[in-house]
């Protein structure tokens, strides 16, 4: 068998709400509780598994692979929900995105300041 990543735990201040933030944003099925986690599938069978964290939260960086019509989606929502959103991972660039490598890229902060982004084609692939 080859190495898959097949989970990861993403500490956040608010388990519950930060998981539905995942899960309205991108479209992903409810949460499922798991222990002291709220494990989130995503359609390449990782799941991204929320826990509470009461202390300091190192931000990490999570990236979704999508397709055309998903980005614009979750495009769409960013705005309703008056998000702001940029083309870098930097957080320098608001209300843009990039189009690295031919396709189209753009980060966001979660509740708890984890680096979010959502990109249509892997960089440098």
Not at 27 to 43: I, K, N, T
Not at 67 to 92: C, M, N, S, W
Not at 99 to 108: H, I, Q, S
Not at 116 to 125: D, F, H, K, Q, S
């Amino acid at each position: 068998m080859s190495v898959q990543l097949n989970h990861t735990i993403v500490h956040a201040h608010d388990r519950d709400g930060t998981a539905a933030f995942y899960c309205q944003l991108l479209g992903l099925p409810d949460p499922v509780p798991f222990g002291p986690f709220l494990s989130v599938d995503l359609a390449n069978g990782v799941t991204l598994d929320f826990a509470e964290h009461g202390g300091t939260v190192a931000s990490q960086h999570y990236a979704f692979l999508v397709d055309e019509d998903e980005f614009d989606v979750i495009l769409g929502r960013l705005k309703a929900q008056d998000l702001t959103y940029y083309a870098d991972p930097g957080h320098q660039r608001a209300g843009a995105h990039n189009t690295n490598d031919g396709g189209r890229g753009l980060d966001w902060s979660d509740p708890t300041g984890h680096n979010l982004e959502i990109l249509t084609r892997p960089y440098g692939g």
